[in-house]
Each structure stands twice: as C-alpha cells, then as structure tokens.
C-alpha cells in the first residue's frame, strides 16, 4: 500500500531542494509560459489551499483564504511552510472522514492524500525538467499514478444531466507492460451546454467500459512512461501503440483537457 503522506513529504522536500538551487527566472519547459518562480508558487498555493480545506474539514472552498504571492526570494519558504501544514493537516484527519472536493465521487480526506501525492510527484517532475536533472519515479506511485488519471480525470462516466459523451466507435486497452493492470475505454466526445453558466462543451474524452474484444487500440509500456505520458511529462516513444495510432492522440487530447 502505498503511504501518500510519506510521499507528499518527500516530493515536496526534493521539489524544495530543487527550487532552492535554481534561478527562479528559468523557463519551465513542461508547462509552457511558466517560470520555476510561476511553479513554486503554484504548488504552495494549492498545498496552502488543500492544508485548509483540510484541517477544518471544510465543505466550501470560498471559505478558504487567498494568499498574497511572496517576492521570488521568500516563495521556497512560502512552500516549505504549506507543505509541512498540509502534511500536519492530511495526518491529523482519519481518510474517511469528509471535505469538499471537486470530485464528487469521492469527499473524502484519502481523496485528497491521494490527489496530492501525485500533485507534488508531477510537479517535481517539472523542477527537475526546468533544472536540467534526471528524475526518478517509484514504478508502484507511477501505476497508481495511471489509475488515477485514467479513472478521475478521464473517465466521464458521471455526466450532468446536461451533456453526453458521443461515441467514436472506437475503443481502446492502456496496459502496463508487466501485466499488472489495464484500463479499457470507449472514445468519444463530451457535448453539452451548461444551464448555469450557458458555456458550450465540446471536447475529446473517454469513458471506461469492460475491456472490448477487439480494441481498436492497445497502448502498451511501462508504468512510468504512461504516467510520464499521460500528464504530458513524456513522450508516446516508449510506449507501443498496436492498432490506430489516432486512438492515442485522442487520448492524450482528452487528458490535456481534463488536467488543464
């Protein structure tokens, strides 16, 4: 089982050493238009945010205070500070226990573990791309890492009443190379208007299903080229695509509109 407090902590603590040794004026490569001073910011605004929601147990995320972004020399400190209160926040609730979310599905305090681990996994990433470094990812945190996008982020299985998915017929299987586990989907696109807002939706998306006899795709390769892949952090290159290679650009399409 996978400890995601463990995790936040050491992701965090590397992503510090990282942003500590690095000009905060250096283009982030992995997200365009971003600096690493733009990146450290970002993580300590989100851990900041999630550390609240959190320690109260808070159901409204407008109750939570808005920090004022330090100057690019005290933005490390700034994160140092969220990362510890978040950890602090996540061990002292019980998982089970209920905070907002934006996921409905799932309001509880694991939710947010879960989703942070990998927020600071990915986010890492991106300082050792900015630095120049190599990087590695524990194989078990990156499958998970898998799931968690392809279930979470992708899957549109719960719909508003409001939209639907229109099928491309078109399936497809992304399987871990080592056989330990794989996702089957049906492709299509997410359409609807908002009755709220009055926003039009039209995007490429997903929906998970029981895996198809004959996929019209199998996407194949280690767990850690496909988390790398799927949060556009690595190339398709390592990973074999056995059938329409358009399947994997629609893929790659919906998970960039489902994490921007």
Request: charged share 25%; proline share 6%; aromatic share 8%.
């Amino acid at each position: 089982m996978i400890d995601y407090l463990a995790v936040i902590r050491s992701e965090s603590a590397r992503f510090l050493e990282l942003v500590r040794t690095t000009p905060m004026d250096v283009a982030v490569p992995s997200c365009p238009g971003w600096t690493v001073a733009d990146l450290t910011w970002h993580l300590g605004e989100v851990q900041h945010f999630w550390s609240r929601i959190v320690a109260t147990l808070l159901t409204d995320p407008d109750a939570v205070d808005t920090p004022d972004r330090p100057v690019d020399s005290a933005l490390a400190d700034f994160l140092a500070e969220q990362s510890q209160a978040l950890v602090d926040a996540l061990a002292a609730r019980h998982p089970e226990e209920v905070c907002w979310s934006w996921y409905d599905v799932d309001t509880t305090v694991g939710f947010s573990r879960r989703r942070q681990a990998h927020e600071a996994l990915i986010h890492r990433i991106d300082a050792e791309l900015a630095a120049g470094t190599t990087f590695r990812i524990d194989t078990e945190l990156a499958a998970d890492g898998v799931d968690e996008i392809v279930r979470i982020f992708l899957d549109v299985d719960n719909l508003p009443e409001w939209a639907a998915l229109d099928p491309h017929d078109a399936t497809a299987v992304i399987a871990i190379d080592d056989g330990s586990a794989s996702w089957a989907m049906e492709l299509g696109r997410f359409r609807g208007t908002s009755p709220n807002s009055g926003r039009t939706y039209d995007f490429p998306a997903i929906s998970l299903i029981e895996p198809p006899v004959r996929p019209t795709a199998i996407l194949r390769g280690g767990a850690v080229d496909l988390d790398l892949w799927l949060w556009g952090r690595g190339p398709l290159d390592p990973i074999s695509v056995e059938g329409d290679h358009a399947v994997a650009d629609h893929i790659r399409a919906a998970a960039v509109q489902a994490t921007q």
